[in-house]
């Protein structure tokens, strides 16, 4: 079981709570620019024992053109990267570039919804174009832990898992927690997908294998048959 979580300068204590409650690996990720603060980062992670350990980036971009000039250094350099937005115009930039491996919190919890349908921006062309780049999308237990009204909000994750799964798009969930006391086991947090819509074995392979198959991709990229993300040389 793999969990995702954000660290605050905690990761051993993470670490702990993660090995007690029978997490095997840990992807930690951090809202570095910069690829010297990565690579920093990832040979303090490295130093680290007692479990598994991937260093990524979660990225919060406010435009368009964050996303366009996300430098290649920091993509090869990453085991993971996410990516969270509320902005249709950013959300779909996201979705757009296969250089980002996971979107995450694209809903709002405040607003009205339509009578039929609910405004979780997401839709059929954010999810098409989320399979073509290769993108999953992620649900932040964190986030539903620290709501005090949270129905608006599940509802509208509860659309979005249904969208993503009719497109193929894997889904992921994990705890995001930045205090150990946060940190919840896969398995709960596979239960809870599937009360949220998702069918029995999606909720399985987000909890591991859709996790492992990014992390398998990422160390493709660093093979010197690969061109530029989405091209590798074949032959």
Same mark, same amino acid.
């Given at each position: 079981?793999?969990?995702?979580?954000?660290?605050?300068?905690?990761?051993? $204590?993470?670490?702990?709570?993660?090995?007690?409650?029978?997490?095997?690996? !840990?992807?930690?990720?951090?809202?570095?620019? /910069? $690829?010297?603060?990565?690579?920093?980062? %990832?040979?303090?992670?490295?130093?680290?024992?007692?479990?598994?350990?991937?260093?990524?980036?979660?990225? /919060?971009?406010?435009? !368009?053109?964050?996303?366009?000039?996300?430098?290649?250094?920091?993509?090869?350099?990453? #085991?993971?990267?996410?990516?969270? =937005?509320? *902005?249709?115009? +950013?959300?779909?930039? &996201?979705?757009?570039?296969?250089? &980002?491996?996971?979107?995450?919190?694209?809903?709002? #919890?405040?607003?009205?919804?339509?009578?039929?349908?609910?405004? *979780?921006? !997401?839709?059929? +062309?954010?999810?098409?174009?989320?399979?073509?780049? #290769?993108?999953?999308?992620?649900? #932040?237990?964190?986030?539903?832990? =620290?709501?005090?009204?949270?129905? %608006?909000?599940?509802?509208?994750?509860?659309?979005?898992?249904?969208?993503?799964?009719?497109?193929?798009?894997?889904?992921?969930?994990?705890?995001?927690? =930045?205090?150990?006391?946060?940190?919840?086991?896969?398995?709960?947090?596979?239960?809870? @997908?599937? +009360?949220?819509?998702?069918?029995?074995?999606? *909720?399985?392979?987000?909890?591991?294998?859709?996790?492992?198959?990014? @992390?398998?991709?990422?160390?493709?990229?660093?093979?010197?048959?690969? +061109?530029?993300?989405? !091209?590798?040389?074949?032959?």
């Amino acid at each position: 079981m793999i969990d995702i979580q954000i660290p605050l300068n905690n990761e051993a $204590k993470l670490i702990e709570e993660s090995k007690r409650i029978g997490i095997k690996q !840990v992807i930690f990720l951090y809202p570095f620019k /910069k $690829k010297q603060d990565l690579v920093a980062q %990832k040979k303090k992670n490295n130093s680290l024992k007692g479990i598994k350990i991937s260093t990524g980036i979660l990225l /919060k971009p406010q435009a !368009v053109s964050e996303i366009s000039r996300f430098p290649k250094s920091l993509y090869f350099e990453a #085991d993971f990267i996410a990516c969270q =937005s509320t *902005s249709e115009k +950013v959300i779909r930039a &996201i979705v757009s570039q296969p250089k &980002i491996d996971l979107l995450v919190n694209p809903e709002t #919890d405040t607003g009205k919804d339509h009578t039929h349908y609910r405004y *979780s921006n !997401v839709n059929q +062309v954010i999810a098409k174009l989320s399979k073509e780049n #290769d993108l999953a999308y992620g649900v #932040d237990f964190h986030r539903l832990l =620290s709501l005090d009204s949270r129905i %608006k909000l599940l509802g509208r994750i509860m659309q979005n898992i249904r969208i993503f799964q009719k497109y193929k798009v894997p889904l992921v969930i994990a705890s995001f927690a =930045s205090k150990p006391e946060d940190i919840r086991n896969p398995k709960d947090l596979s239960a809870l @997908l599937r +009360v949220l819509g998702s069918s029995y074995k999606e *909720s399985k392979l987000a909890i591991k294998q859709n996790l492992l198959a990014i @992390l398998e991709r990422k160390e493709q990229r660093r093979s010197p048959e690969y +061109v530029r993300p989405g !091209v590798k040389v074949v032959g």
